[in-house]
Nanobody, 125 residues
Protein backbone atom coordinates (compact mmCIF):
# COMPACT_ATOMS: atom_id res chain seq x y z
CA UNK A 1 0.00 0.00 0.00
CA UNK A 2 1.21 3.51 -0.87
CA UNK A 3 -0.29 6.68 0.57
CA UNK A 4 0.17 9.90 -1.40
CA UNK A 5 -0.25 13.45 -0.14
CA UNK A 6 -0.03 16.45 -2.48
CA UNK A 7 0.85 19.96 -1.41
CA UNK A 8 1.80 23.29 -2.95
CA UNK A 9 -1.39 24.25 -4.73
CA UNK A 10 -2.78 27.75 -4.64
CA UNK A 11 -3.67 30.86 -6.59
CA UNK A 12 -1.18 32.28 -9.09
CA UNK A 13 -1.35 34.84 -11.85
CA UNK A 14 -1.05 33.84 -15.49
CA UNK A 15 2.58 33.61 -16.48
CA UNK A 16 3.63 32.70 -12.98
CA UNK A 17 5.07 29.52 -11.51
CA UNK A 18 4.09 27.01 -8.88
CA UNK A 19 5.68 23.81 -7.59
CA UNK A 20 3.60 20.92 -6.38
CA UNK A 21 4.95 18.17 -4.17
CA UNK A 22 3.67 14.67 -3.59
CA UNK A 23 5.04 12.77 -0.63
CA UNK A 24 4.56 9.03 -0.35
CA UNK A 25 4.46 6.73 2.61
CA UNK A 26 4.22 2.99 2.66
CA UNK A 27 5.89 0.47 0.46
CA UNK A 28 8.72 0.95 -1.94
CA UNK A 29 8.22 4.44 -3.33
CA UNK A 30 11.40 4.11 -5.37
CA UNK A 31 9.96 1.12 -7.22
CA UNK A 32 6.95 3.03 -8.48
CA UNK A 33 6.36 5.05 -11.60
CA UNK A 34 4.83 8.37 -10.58
CA UNK A 35 2.56 10.65 -12.54
CA UNK A 36 0.55 13.82 -12.27
CA UNK A 37 -3.01 14.14 -13.51
CA UNK A 38 -5.44 17.02 -13.36
CA UNK A 39 -9.17 17.55 -13.56
CA UNK A 40 -10.65 20.86 -14.58
CA UNK A 41 -14.30 21.68 -13.87
CA UNK A 42 -16.54 19.88 -16.33
CA UNK A 43 -13.70 17.76 -17.67
CA UNK A 44 -12.40 14.28 -17.06
CA UNK A 45 -9.16 13.60 -15.28
CA UNK A 46 -6.28 13.95 -17.74
CA UNK A 47 -2.66 12.94 -17.80
CA UNK A 48 -0.14 15.75 -17.25
CA UNK A 49 3.16 13.90 -17.09
CA UNK A 50 5.03 11.10 -15.44
CA UNK A 51 8.45 9.88 -14.34
CA UNK A 52 9.87 6.41 -14.13
CA UNK A 53 11.14 4.80 -10.94
CA UNK A 54 14.75 5.95 -11.32
CA UNK A 55 13.95 9.47 -12.48
CA UNK A 56 15.83 9.24 -15.77
CA UNK A 57 12.76 9.15 -18.00
CA UNK A 58 9.92 11.64 -18.11
CA UNK A 59 6.95 12.02 -20.42
CA UNK A 60 4.54 14.92 -20.77
CA UNK A 61 1.23 15.73 -22.33
CA UNK A 62 1.57 18.06 -25.31
CA UNK A 63 -0.40 20.75 -23.49
CA UNK A 64 2.31 21.17 -20.85
CA UNK A 65 5.46 20.15 -22.69
CA UNK A 66 8.16 22.79 -22.32
CA UNK A 67 6.36 24.48 -19.41
CA UNK A 68 6.11 21.74 -16.76
CA UNK A 69 8.87 19.60 -15.33
CA UNK A 70 8.60 16.49 -13.18
CA UNK A 71 11.36 15.29 -10.89
CA UNK A 72 11.65 12.97 -7.94
CA UNK A 73 13.80 12.49 -4.87
CA UNK A 74 13.62 8.87 -3.82
CA UNK A 75 15.51 9.58 -0.61
CA UNK A 76 12.66 11.88 0.41
CA UNK A 77 9.86 9.75 -1.09
CA UNK A 78 8.73 12.82 -2.99
CA UNK A 79 7.87 13.68 -6.57
CA UNK A 80 7.61 17.25 -7.78
CA UNK A 81 5.72 19.08 -10.50
CA UNK A 82 7.30 22.40 -11.43
CA UNK A 83 4.82 24.47 -13.40
CA UNK A 84 6.02 27.52 -15.29
CA UNK A 85 4.33 29.96 -17.67
CA UNK A 86 0.99 29.04 -16.19
CA UNK A 87 -2.17 29.71 -18.15
CA UNK A 88 -5.80 30.01 -17.10
CA UNK A 89 -6.47 26.66 -18.77
CA UNK A 90 -4.08 25.03 -16.30
CA UNK A 91 -6.63 25.68 -13.54
CA UNK A 92 -7.58 22.30 -12.12
CA UNK A 93 -7.28 19.94 -9.20
CA UNK A 94 -3.93 18.21 -9.55
CA UNK A 95 -3.45 14.62 -8.42
CA UNK A 96 -0.37 12.49 -8.10
CA UNK A 97 -0.58 8.80 -8.80
CA UNK A 98 1.65 5.75 -8.49
CA UNK A 99 1.91 2.41 -10.17
CA UNK A 100 4.39 -0.41 -10.67
CA UNK A 101 5.21 -0.07 -14.36
CA UNK A 102 7.87 -1.75 -16.40
CA UNK A 103 8.98 0.33 -19.32
CA UNK A 104 7.26 3.53 -20.40
CA UNK A 105 5.11 5.83 -18.27
CA UNK A 106 1.42 4.92 -18.51
CA UNK A 107 -1.08 7.65 -19.36
CA UNK A 108 -4.42 6.10 -18.48
CA UNK A 109 -6.11 6.63 -15.13
CA UNK A 110 -6.92 2.93 -14.94
CA UNK A 111 -3.25 1.97 -14.98
CA UNK A 112 -2.48 3.67 -11.68
CA UNK A 113 -3.06 1.94 -8.37
CA UNK A 114 -2.63 4.72 -5.83
CA UNK A 115 -3.88 8.30 -5.79
CA UNK A 116 -3.52 11.37 -3.66
CA UNK A 117 -6.44 13.51 -2.56
CA UNK A 118 -5.61 16.33 -4.97
CA UNK A 119 -4.55 19.94 -4.60
CA UNK A 120 -6.24 22.92 -6.23
CA UNK A 121 -4.33 25.13 -8.65
CA UNK A 122 -6.04 28.30 -9.81
CA UNK A 123 -4.49 30.52 -12.44
CA UNK A 124 -5.97 33.99 -12.72
CA UNK A 125 -5.81 35.85 -16.00
Amino acid sequence: QVQLVESGGGLVQAGGSLRLSCTASGRSFSSHTMAWFRRAPGHEREFVGGINWSGDYTYYADSVKGRFNISRDNAKNTVYLQMNSLRSEDTAVYYCAACLSVGSVPERVSEFDYWGQGTQVTVSS
